[in-house]
Antibody, heavy 122, light 107 residues
């Protein structure tokens, strides 16, 4: 079955960087975009950006441009999200999600990773 | 960015009740509106996509409607497992913004 498996929890100091991974299994990796969404404690969701798995091009929310980088490794069907210059407000659970796009239906996230907690604290 | 206003922010209901949650977009998004359910400590689960299409495996008591700017998620007869937080999301344009969520609690 389709699965997205994310890397484990991270604790970082302010100013540091964090690199999270999201391994895709059960489908053709290059057929779908992977998006990243985060959820601060007790809050709603914030869309961060996406990567097109086939070509590797990425797009980011304006808020994160300059400190967010998404990459992918087709040999391992893994997407990476690198967020730099961390601050306390970046403390959140980070999710990767697979986007499904078909001729018959608008885009939607049908599969999500289990989430990775990133804590930014000195 | 397209703003999504979801209401109510919380709702208390009983098993067997019919409940409705609404989302309003700041501009027309056609039917590019999805609904997710989230339980504590878990990732979201897709319920409805394209405003009204039921995701495979989701019980038929869940339904969605709307187009343009106004959308509705309806649960026809609440079951104990339905008490969770519900979010809408637009995928008309990036950033793919979400509603603020509706926490559905037991009355």
């Amino acid at each position: 079955q389709v699965q997205l498996v994310q890397s484990g929890a991270e604790v970082k100091e302010p100013g540091a960087s964090v690199k999270l991974s999201c391994e895709a299994t059960g489908y053709t990796f290059t057929s779908h975009e992977i998006h990243w969404v985060r959820q601060a404690p007790g809050q709603g969701f914030e869309w961060m950006g996406k990567i097109i798995a086939s070509g590797g091009s990425a797009g980011y929310a304006q808020k994160f441009r300059g400190r967010l980088t998404m990459t992918r490794d087709t040999s391992s069907s893994t997407v990476y999200m690198d967020l730099s210059s961390l601050r306390s407000e970046d403390t959140a659970v980070y999710y990767c999600a697979r986007m499904v796009v078909t001729a018959r239906s608008p885009p939607h996230f049908d599969t999500w990773g289990q989430g990775t907690l990133v804590t930014v604290s000195s | 960015d397209i703003q999504i206003t979801q209401s109510p922010s919380s709702l208390a209901a009983s098993v067997g009740d019919r409940v409705t949650i609404t989302c309003r977009a700041g501009q027309s998004i056609a039917t590019y509106l999805n609904w997710y359910q989230q339980k504590p400590g878990k990732a979201p689960n897709l319920l409805i996509y394209g405003a009204s299409s039921l995701q495979s495996g989701v019980p038929s008591r869940f339904s969605g409607s709307g187009s343009g700017t106004d959308f509705t998620l309806t649960i026809s007869s609440l079951q104990p497992e339905d008490f969770a937080t519900y979010y809408c999301q637009q995928t008309y344009s990036t950033p793919h913004t979400f509603g603020q969520g509706t926490k559905l609690e037991i009355k």
